[in-house]
Nanobody, 128 residues
Framework: HVQLVESGGGLVQAGGSLRLSCAAS????????MGWFRQGPGKEREFVAS????????SHADSVKGRFTISRDNAKKSVYLQMDSLKPEDTAVYYC?????????????????????WGQGTQVTVSS
């Protein structure tokens, strides 16, 4: 069972930056595709970004392309979400998610049901 712990959320002004981190307990971390999702007030959970096990392949939602960047450090068993040029509409609880796959795999996934493991979430609030 993979345990995921997010950190790095907080309050920031519009135009500012935050970096979210997610630490995983899984020994074979590089076998897992990792993703970030978010759920804003009164909204459904939505895809933000995904990174393959090797880290070579990524996918970002259109709403965050050019502003957010997902990355991972397999040696540290961690995945990151660098968020720049933040907007009030980015306000949400951000969740880290994991899906098992092949060692140093190339797959990325964008759907909620494709992920088996989830963190507790970290709040990001962007003020205008």
């Amino acid at each position: 069972h993979v345990q995921l712990v997010e950190s790095g959320g907080g309050l920031v002004q519009a135009g500012g930056s935050l970096r979210l981190s997610c630490a995983a307990s899984e020994r074979f971390f590089s076998s897992y595709t990792m993703g970030w999702f978010r759920q804003g007030p009164g909204k459904e959970r939505e895809f933000v970004a995904s990174v393959s096990g090797s880290g070579a392949y990524t996918s970002h939602a259109d709403s965050v392309k050019g502003r957010f960047t997902i990355s991972r450090d397999n040696a540290k068993k961690s995945v990151y979400l660098q968020m720049d040029s933040l907007k009030p509409e980015d306000t949400a609880v951000y969740y880290c998610a994991a899906r098992s796959g092949h060692y140093n795999g190339s797959a990325v996934y964008t759907m909620i049901f494709e992920y088996a493991y989830w963190g507790q979430g970290t709040q990001v609030t962007v003020s205008s």
